[in-house]
């Protein structure tokens, strides 16, 4: 059985910066700073994470400049960003197949329940006529 997991970085925030240092590897004008929010999708349910990431795109070269060459004022930046900028509550949404195996799951449960309670009964009731059956006659 097959289970595809399909986890997305969804953009919630954007801005264009010009007035921080750049990384001495990568000089630049401006750079185009960006938040993602982490979301993931399967065949049951479709989540949003409370986890986000900080990404900074230099303008003239058209590609990401990668954690390790951040300066301090960047790093200050993106935490200052990441703990002020609002983002799409934690949540799980459930789809159809989801719901569906959810009630299959709860009502076997309930009915596997249901059977052992029967057989403990049975049990007992058994148990109760062998000891009158072993008992002697008055």
Excluded: C
């Excluded at 954007?14 to 004008?29: A, D, N, R, V």
């Excluded at 070269?61 to 200050?76: G, H, N, Q, S, V």
């Excluded at 930046?77 to 703990?83: F, G, K």
């Excluded at 949540?91 to 299959?104: H, M, P």
Aim: proline share 5%; no cysteine; charged share 25%.
């Amino acid at each position: 059985m097959y289970i595809g997991i399909t986890t997305t970085q969804k953009p919630i925030f954007q801005e264009k910066i010009t007035l921080l240092t750049t990384p001495e590897y990568y000089p630049t004008e401006s750079m185009t700073y960006v938040i993602y929010q982490f979301q993931s999708k399967t065949l049951f349910s479709e989540s949003v994470y409370k986890k986000v990431e900080s990404a900074y795109f230099a303008d003239d070269l058209d590609r990401e400049i990668p954690r390790k060459a951040w300066t301090e004022e960047m790093k200050a930046h993106a935490a200052m960003r990441e703990s002020t900028e609002p983002r799409e509550p934690k949540s799980v949404r459930y789809t159809f197949i989801g719901k569906a195996l959810f009630t299959v799951l709860f009502v076997l449960i309930l009915v596997l329940g249901f059977l052992a309670v029967q057989s403990f009964n049975e049990m007992k009731k058994i148990n109760a006529q062998n000891k009158l059956m072993n008992t002697s006659p008055k």
